[in-house]
């Protein structure tokens, strides 16, 4: 799998997917998932309230991810994953790694080719950046999948600069 790098908004991406870094409820938040709402419209709630009474309940469990509808985005989906909140001492790591790792797995099952992904947990879940970007980039080289090409959309320059540098080694 390709894995690119892009500075920038998510929900302008061309791509057959568009992860969201969702919150247990999957009913909207604020960071990507605000952005994402807002620009695909009110599909997306839709079908996440539908998931909400068919599946889950109690929510999407954390480092889950399951897909909806992506209205009015460039994508043919979003799928909606769960972060895990940081916490200082707890090693959640496995969780964060899921994110992506369970993203891919049902990106596999649409047949999706093309993958955008946020930095899950980055935002207002409170992972430290470089952690959060290491955890991506590891999930990613070590997948196995028919992805083609993964893109980690960071939101702004310093957070592109600090992921290219970590990914190359410096
Ligand atoms: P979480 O609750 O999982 O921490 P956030 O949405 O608060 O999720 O943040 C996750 C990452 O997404 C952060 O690095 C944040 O800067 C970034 N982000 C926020 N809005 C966008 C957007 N429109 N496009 C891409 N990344 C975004």
Redesign the pocket.
Known sequence: MRVELVQ????VEHVDAIVN?A?SSLLG?????G??HRAGGPEILAACEDLRRSHYGRGLPTGEAVATTAGRLHAHWVIHTV?PQYWPGKDQTHLLRSCYVRSLAVADELDARTVAF??????????P?DD?IGVALGAFDSAETSVEEARL????RE?HDLATRIRSGG
Do not use: C, M
Request: hydrophobic share 50%; proline share 3%.
């Open positions: 920038g908004d998510i929900t870094a919150n938040g604020g960071g990507v998932d952005a994402i972060g946020p930095l899950v947990s980055a935002g207002i879940y409170g992972w950046i959060a959309v960071l939101f702004d957070t």
